[in-house]
């Protein structure tokens, strides 16, 4: 009896949040705040796509980050890893890391604690499912719209909010007037040490159903963010550190 309890205990024990979303926790430095740009001095930019809509100029920017051996990660939604287990293939075989954009992309902050666990956990099923590979214990707010206690829920599930410096407002569209050029100049007038960028594939109707600008941008975006004396970093660094 005295062992079944210790076997039983040690169990329990395993079974805490970040064990039952399935991989290892963010390292504790990462947690307890949103993360929007990396603590460093240096001239080093980390480069973020979300993916919510559909697959529109995600094989560009793949072959755009080949192309220029760059890295990025990927925040697919769990309801766009379910319509497009594809795209979210090709994202981790090409080598890039996968991190948590909800399931369902709904305001975090309307949520109570256990329906924001319920989205993480449920996104973090699909991604792993159509992905093939496991997620990073990254995070990120659908809207960026983070409150301490959405944080503190996120955290309890072993996952570091990474949110982001400045967003190119790519996914805007030529529908609400933007352009690759914008898109562009937002991206640089954003370059600071330990930067982070959010783009996104895809597009929506309102924007333009086939265009995405993002996809136009990365190529001069990296290009000059290198001119300029920048080094591209990988966001999976902060998990060694």
């Known amino acids: 009896m005295n062992r079944l309890r210790t076997t039983v205990a040690a169990l329990l024990a ?17 947690l307890g705040a949103e993360i929007r740009r990396i603590s460093t001095e240096e001239r080093v930019l980390a480069l973020t796509f979300n993916a ?23 925040f697919p939604t769990g309801d766009f890893a379910d319509r497009h287990p594809d ?59 983070t409150t301490p206690q959405a944080v503190a829920t996120v955290n309890g599930l072993g996952y570091a909010d990474l949110e982001y410096t400045a967003d190119t407002n790519g996914y805007l569209g030529p529908g609400h007037g933007m352009t690759a050029d914008r898109a562009v100049d937002r991206a640089l007038a954003a370059l600071t040490p330990g930067a982070v960028l959010q783009l996104h594939v895809g597009a929506t109707d309102e924007g333009g159903p086939d265009t995405c600008l993002d996809a136009e941008a990365l190529p001069r975006i990296i290009d000059a963010a290198r001119a300029r004396g920048y080094r591209l970093i990988d966001l999976r660094t902060l998990l060694t550190h």
């Open 52 to 74: 919510t809509w559909n697959e529109t100029g995600l094989d560009t920017v793949l072959a755009v980050l080949r192309d220029r051996d760059a890295s990025a990660v990927f």
């Open 87 to 145: 795209a979210v293939r090709a994202i981790a075989a090409a080598g890039h890391g996968l991190g948590n954009h909800s399931y369902s992309h709904p305001d975090f902050t309307a949520l109570t604690p256990d329906q924001a666990r319920a989205e993480v956990r449920r996104a973090d099923t699909a991604i792993r499912r159509a992905g093939g590979a496991d997620p990073l214990p990254f995070f990120r707010f659908p809207y960026s719209a």
């Open 14 to 30: 395993l079974l805490t949040p970040a064990a039952l979303v399935g991989f290892a926790p963010a390292p504790a430095p990462l």
